[in-house]
């Protein structure tokens, strides 16, 4: 695995740790309200956790705020984690687990590209607005789903056959999703390049990816159907089976954690 696709691996899986999914029959908060109007806007929503409006509050906000003060894809969302009306909001990033003040950026179909707490650069807060495939990618890894991310070379190219295959394998179709992007689209250059996906194919390039962050693998349009079970099992990630063999197999390769 390349130094770029362990980085947004790891990317992944911390941003895991920052989501907790939250259930409720009681109506939406102002700034859920909030974040529904910005998403329709196609904008990108960066929530500002902080609990007293204190100097590295204000810093946060002031950075955000000149960041964004020229743009119309993003907007920018205080909430105060002792606010009672945002509780469920609240829970539902673990925010007060977060050092204070933090910032959530979420996209507009409600994947959260990163999270910065106590303080954050400009540089930082542009470069988590991510394209629509990596956006989509995002999201479906934090829904739990294992994704197959086909660089096309041409649109409407078809799939790969041995994508399709697993797809339609019932051990997969419920928990996996296809997400397509065109190789030479501009948009996409920087998350492709991040993931060393090549984009001078005359076929499809195929990213592995499971849940929460896994690189499972690149394989070029040829790739089987076995090929991706295999890797998918050797990766511990084939089944939702804590007990199953390819679990304990790929944890038994893995050094133990401290």
């Known amino acids: 695995m390349t130094r770029n696709v362990t980085k947004f691996a790891l990317t992944l899986t911390l941003i895991a740790t920052c989501i907790v999914q939250s259930s409720t029959a009681r109506g939406a908060s102002p700034v859920e309200q909030m974040l529904d109007t910005v998403a329709n806007n196609q904008q990108f929503a960066y929530i500002l956790f902080y609990r007293n409006n204190d100097a590295a509050t204000q810093s946060m906000h002031g ?47 409600g994947a959260v590209c990163s999270v910065f707490p106590q303080r954050v650069t400009e540089n930082q807060l542009t470069s988590a607005i991510v ?17 197959l991310l086909c660089a096309q070379p041409t649109a409407g190219a078809a799939i790969p056959m041995g994508v399709r295959q697993f797809m339609a394998d019932s051990l997969y179709q419920d928990r996996s999703t296809v997400v397509t992007v065109e190789a030479n689209d501009p948009g996409e250059a920087k998350f492709l390049k991040q993931l060393r996906v090549r984009t001078d194919q005359p076929t499809s390039v195929v990213a592995f990816m499971a ?17 991706l079970a295999e890797k998918l099992a050797a990766a511990g990630k084939c089944c939702d089976d804590e007990n199953c063999k390819h679990h304990k197999s790929a944890g038994a390769s893995q050094p133990a954690r401290r």
Not at 88 to 107: E, G, I, Q, S
Not at 132 to 144: I, R, S, V
């Open 131 to 147: 394209s629509p495939g990596q956006a989509k990618c995002l999201k479906a890894l934090q829904d739990k789903k294992i994704v």
């Open 211 to 227: 849940p929460p962050g896994v690189m499972i693998g690149i394989f070029n349009g040829s790739v089987t159907h076995s090929t």
């Open 63 to 109: 950075v955000l705020q000149s960041t964004f003060a020229e743009r119309r894809d993003a907007a920018i969302l205080p909430v105060q984690i002792t606010d009672v009306a945002e509780r469920d909001l609240v829970k539902r990033f673990d925010a007060t687990r977060l050092p204070m003040p933090a910032v959530a950026v979420l996209a507009p179909n």
